[in-house]
């Protein structure tokens, strides 16, 4: 089955950086379109980030768009996200997600940008 864990979150000071990874397995990872959604605390799931099967096409939320770089490594199944410039509304939970939809998602990892 779809299995997708994440890591690297934790607390950084507004302009500070974050590098989240996502290790996946159980399906065609390299065959597979991947995204980043992220939910703020009492909001709903908000998409951030998709990237394309062969890494050729990224696509960016207007709200990280230059701030936060994707991309993957299809030879160790891997997702990142590279996330620059944080501020505190990009607090929340980061999950790495199979497609746009944010479903099937990993259990997820916390971003809390606070000074």
């Known amino acids: 089955q779809v ?6 979150g934790g607390l950084v000071q507004p302009g ?3 590098r989240l990874s996502c290790a996946a397995s159980g399906f065609s990872f390299g ?3 991947m995204d ?6 009492g909001k709903g799931l908000e998409w951030v980030s998709g990237i394309s099967s062969f890494g050729i096409s990224t696509y960016y939320a207007d709200s ?3 701030r936060f ?8 199944n891997m997702l990142f996200l590279q996330m620059n410039s944080l501020k ?9 997600a199979k497609g746009p939809t944010g479903s099937p998602r990993g259990q997820g990892t916390q971003v809390t940008v606070s000074s």
């Open 3 to 8: 299995q997708l864990v994440e890591s690297g």
């Open 16 to 18: 500070g950086s974050l």
């Open 31 to 33: 065959y597979s379109r």
């Open 36 to 41: 980043w959604v992220r939910q703020a605390p």
């Open 64 to 66: 990280v768009k230059g």
């Open 69 to 76: 770089t994707i991309s993957r490594d299809n030879a160790k």
């Open 88 to 96: 505190p509304e990009d607090t929340g939970v980061y999950y790495c």
